[in-house]
């Protein structure tokens, strides 16, 4: 009781004072970023599914892995990336009543590094100095400014992720004895689990550098591509943390009920923080070097994952189900016909926790040892990430944005906005169906992912995958329709719809809601289990990858 | 928590505990496990390091066969290959340069082969036909030209 009355009062506090006006100039910096890239991004990937399925061919002197560079790196990492920034500190300042003027400039310098870093690693991509991949595995060596931009981008993040660690630090002391809100506690989870995540790429990044440099002459292959992963697979479950964080407290305010138990949230939260990053390992399944008992170990270790997942799933059906009721949803399915299918800060969101089954269940299949090597690097794992990150995360920040840019740029969401959001949702959501599909079909009969040309001289078991291909092409279509379209939707918000209010949809807990338990606050401790998962993973292997290391390998650039 | 709840996270975790129990059993009990060979060679030194320095297909008896394979942008060493049908054969590989992967569709071998490291991989051919060998990790822009084929009569 006494919990919800605080966060009553508080939330007449901030509708006092609304929009934290230097706030939304980061926020709506970041996603004027984000969207940017996204258009750039996702006009590479069309290039790509044109090429593959042979309907186009790129201008002299381009080639289709340099467009690969680009696609994964702008998509998977910038996009994402400043979206979640701009959306989290939206979080934090609508939460804190406005960031603290320090943080905001170390806000600042992070936008300025990573902005730069990204102009400098793209710069080399386009020169054909880098087209290496999102993986960038040695012993491919890219240029050597192509590192020094990730670590600019890297070093962007950390001086965000410090500002929110000082942020929550003062909020704390400032409210002794008050658990933070939850936004805020989010904010907590993504950026802890963020920074422990960049640590194994930023060490892996700082081998790299001596050795294309001709510093070092070698490099260890091994442990450079497991603390790839350590980031790599760790950063598509942050993009998954930060979707969580709308499911769970901004959805079920749009749909009129009140958010689940917030003692089981955070513990969903730490979870997830906690037990991801050795996730990564499934990428590894079928290397050589790292022993059957060992592999099978992380296979347990990336299931766990599916523990929180599944507590996500039942809360969400749950509190869906009880807003459903309350509107006068009867029988078994009534309630799901009524929840607000024709408002877009729903409908995205809603589509994208339905995209979480399916893209679950193949991750299941991703993880575990034996199917993992019937699908390793084919186009099935294509079609899985495009589902989970295209649609499970992509669309919950669709959604997002049609409250969010309004409510920052003290605009409205007309009910045409709302309609033009219904309309790209579905087309994001067709368009995805198609191609993702086809994605996983193909790889099921073993097209290969990240290949130019898949004919292969005609052979017929090649030739059975170009009609596979075409459907990609389809699918890659609608998609960038859809983009443009999301696009135009986030400027006009931004910049010329009607001016006005829009509400910052922060759901309440049920009213009989126990207090919310302070241990989990208690951030330093589970900075240290997430070590110790951590050491338990990596310590083993990664002592066996050094200490039973081959002559390394020196850089070649094979492009 | 409420019971319904109970019960959820019961069945979850339960899901878990038999999926670990069925991959366990495949890959101890099975010997189904993924291709984890452990053996180091100088990623420097492939052409004068044995079995390497002759790669080929060695006839072992019994319709069994050792395939020593060397991997490099671009191509198979040796290519065009071919085994009677019932064939076992195992793969023995390594790169000479980046990394690459080794892919038969149609068949369960897929295998990452990384410079500095054996990888070894083994299949029974029981169908006849031309089975396509191709790359499946980047290796650079030749990388959709790297494959040959197996073939099995
Ligand atoms: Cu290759």
Known sequence: MEQAKNIGIRENVISNLGVNPQDAKISLTYFTISFATLLIGGLLGLIQGLERAGLYSLPAGFNYYQVLSAHGLLLLVVFTATFTIGYQLANLSHSFNGLLPKVRKMIWIGIVLKVIGVVLAVTMIVLGEASVLYTFYPPLAAHPIFYIGLVLLVLGIWSVAFGVFINYRHWRKENPGKPTPILAFFAMGVFVLWFFASLGVTIEVFMIIPWVLGWVETINVMVTRTLFWWFGHTLVNIWYLVATSAWYIIVPKIVGGKHFNEKLIRLVVILLVVLNIPGGFHHQIIDPAISISIKFLHVFMSLSIAVPSLMTAFAMFYVLEKAGRKKGGKGLFGWFKKLPWGDVRFLAPMIAMIAFIPGGAGGIVNTSNQMNQVIHNTMWVVGHFHVTVGVSVVLTFFGICYWLIPHLSKRQLTPKMNKIGVIQTWIWTIGMTIMAGSMHLAGLVGDPRRTSDTTYAGHETALSWLPYEYVFATGATLLLIGVIIQVYAVFNMMFFAPKGKTEYPVSEPEDDQPKVPMWTERWGLWAIVLLAVVAMAYVIPIVDMIVNAPPGSPPIKTW | ?153
Do not use: R
Request: proline residues 7%; glycine residues 10%.
């Open chain 2, 1 to 153: 928590m409420s019971k319904l709840e109970e019960i959820w996270m019961t069945v979850s975790v339960g899901v878990l505990v038999i999926f670990m129990v069925i991959v366990g059993y495949q890959t101890y009990a099975l010997g189904m496990g993924p291709p984890s060979h452990k053996e180091t060679i100088d990623p420097q030194k492939v052409e004068q390091t044995a079995p390497f320095d002759n790669p080929g297909l060695i006839d072992l008896g019994d319709n069994k066969y050792e395939l020593v394979m060397t991997l490099e942008a671009f191509a198979f060493n040796p290519g065009n290959v071919e085994v009677p049908v019932g064939a076992e054969v195992e793969f023995t590989m390594t790169s000479k340069d980046v990394s690459h992967g080794v892919q038969i569709p149609g068949t369960n071998v897929n295998a990452m082969v990384l410079p500095g490291h054996i990888q070894k991989i083994t299949h029974t051919f029981d169908e006849p036909g031309e089975y396509l060998i191709l790359c499946n990790e980047y290796c650079g822009t030749g990388h959709q030209a790297m494959f040959t084929t197996i073939t099995v009569k």
